[in-house]
């Protein structure tokens, strides 16, 4: 299936349609002189699992198999499922300990599984909070790959992630399921160290035919036969990273299977304020075109049958004129694929399993397949019906209750960070018409979905790319314009070439607000934003700040628009304000650039902090104050510039200097260091220390629990404060600690 000549580029032809031909009855009276029965054997109901009407999302009974998949339709319309916040009742799924135990079900079982798989993430996630909708889109698929495939020997690798829950239910850790995103508990992403099911971790998106390329690549050196099978949502598509591999895995040749899993949602909140957003880019339009291309499916159906069944010269024939007929009515997606060296095979329906495990088992069997993407449509929150009205909404959740899938959020006097920024850059580009905000599809978690309302054409969703998102802002730049780039901090890691060469190294005024910085909680690692500070401050010509509050960071989001020779960036965390006094209509003060403030006069210690560890250095300083010790208290603002005339006068008067930042090693405390040390302030009686994340990775939890386990709290401040000055006894540490 995956020889050179099923892979043979063939110029499309749309010149022929214009003439009146019809290649799909002059394919159908082509394929009249073979057995019809005999063309279907091979990929039978492939085409048939496809789309009847232009739109899977208005007409979902159209979704299932012509011939056979008549009773699975039937059998799923007519059972009601559980989701009364009781505990449902999961005859299969109680059978399931790992996946072997799936093995000898019957496809009526298995789409029962599916159910119960919806019913028990329902009933779980609604008292844990998680990632409900993508979970509950891919029930069916996950059902279906772990019945035709060997786990762990086989490889799964999951992108994102989010959907990863029912595949952790199936592979022995459904007991623990109630611990999920918590303290000690499981991630909400695929885990190595986990499970020996999770082939891959993952938390940031596009990476999964990369990895899956070299598990394939790895296992043709080794000499072993095992499969590898990479699922990629149609968001995910929209980063480069995708495409490389692609190109890549077209070159080499190895079996790899892709599985596109097309909902037509990025998996990540994009949340426009009207609703959810689709993935951008032309790709997106593309898959649009081959869910409601009716002659597509139909050539598909009638070529697969060819090209599968006659061989010699009559197969090559047939292969090219598949090609061609792609070329002419699939459109560009499937074109794409097959021109980047992939055999393409879909739209199938997603949420059939017997479709799914048919198709699945053919590219089992099929000795040398090469890479193949087989793509699949579903619904983000499928069964779940607050989760199908909202699937933006019930994507990532707290608490819900399950009857009606209202949240049982808490209510919080102040709005969080992210809001308080983009209300600032409102209020900015109100009075500046040449602020343009970007984002990485990622509406929703930057706030920029609010300015996107407000300016819809000044807001540029880029998708999931954060590469091209930076380039694309110093573009921008260069015409005189001021963008502001909106990326989480763990996701500007990825882009970080592009900020140095593109950006910084050009001294362009690009504004970088990095969301998500420091300790997020319950997404863990692989979106803890530790390294920002680091990376960003050691660019020559980077202006890189942190604000304490929220009223300092509309004042830095002014301090970013008027820095217009250099580029610039400032950090803020996951949470909500601390209730400070805004200013006016949101609108922010531009800052002296390299100039710190002192909160707080003290004689003995100096706390100089950085970010919204001020607020913790002001307890520790209060915790102090309790057992008899004055500290003075410092808000940095700036890690570079660095204001040097505040550090010297906190180093001179005083006997200890504690610096706290919330970020990793070689980040502000380093800059401090290297300012001490350089005009001699380390030489004489002065004892400095630094406090930071330590140097590795602090595991998921609540924001609290790892604020304690990386030694970041009030307390262990002022206890470092004590024992530095060697006042740190028993009864004074128990009022400290």
Known sequence: MASSVLRTSFLPLPQSQQDGYNPISSLQNFSTAFHRGELKRRFKGVASAQLETGNARKDKNTLVRRD?????????FKRFLNFSGEKPTTSILDTINHPIHMKTLSIEDLVKLADELREELVYTVSKTGGHLSSS???AELTVALHHVFNTPEDKIIWDVGHQAYPHKILTGRRS????????????????????????????????????????????????????????????AMTAGMAYEAMNNAGYLDSNLIIILNDNEQVSLPT????????????????????????????????????????????HEIAAKFDSCMRGMMGGSGASLFEELGLYYIGPVDGHNVEDLISVLNEIKSTPAPGPVLIHVITEKGKGYSPAESAPDKMHGVVKFDPKSGKQMKSKSETLSYTQYFAESLIAEAEQDDKIIGIHAAMGGGTGLNLFQKRFPDRCFDVGIAEQHAVTFAAGLASEGLKPFCAIYSSFLQRGFDQVAHDVDLQKL??????????????????????FDTTFMACLPNMVVMAPSDETELMHMVATAAAIDDR???????????????????????????????VLREGNRVAILGYGTIVQDCMKAAQLLQMVGISATVADARFCKPIDGDLVRQLAQEHEILITAEEGSIGGFSA??????????LLDGKLKWRAMMLPGRYIEHGSQNDQIQEAGLSPNHIAATAMSLLGECTEDLCQIIL
């Not at 056979?68 to 799923?76: L, M, N, P, S």
């Not at 160290?193 to 999770?198: G, L, P, Q, T, V």
């Not at 800059?671 to 001699?680: I, P, T």
């Open 509 to 530: 005024p690009v504004r970088f607000a990095i969301d998500r910085a420091g300790l997020v909680g319950a997404d863990g690692p692989t979106h803890c934003g530790a």
């Open 176 to 235: 623990r399921m109630h611990t999920i995103r918590q303290t000690c508990g499981l991630a909400g992403f695929p885990k190595r160290e986990e499970s020996i099911h999770d082939a891959f971790g993952a938390g940031h998106s596009s990476t999964s035919i990369s990895a899956g390329l070299g598990m394939a690549v790895g296992r043709d050196l080794l000499g072993k036969n095992n499969h590898v099978i990479a699922v990629i949502g149609d968001g």
């Open 136 to 138: 509950l889109g891919v």
């Open 671 to 680: 800059h401090v260091s290297h300012f001490l040390g350089l005009n001699g």
């Open 567 to 597: 580029p610039s960036c400032f950090r803020y965390p996951r949470g909500n304000g601390i209730g400070s006094i805004l200013p006016e209509n949101n609108k922010g003060t531009p800052l002296e650039v390299g100039k710190g403030r």
């Open 68 to 76: 056979q998949g008549t009773r699975q339709k039937e059998h799923y």
């Open 271 to 314: 949340a426009t304020v009207d609703g959810p957003a689709p993935p951008v880019g032309a790709l997106s339009k593309a898959l649009t075109k081959l869910h409601s291309s009716r002659e597509f499916r139909q050539l598909r159906e009638a070529a697969k049958g060819i090209t599968k069944q006659i061989g010699g010269q009559t």
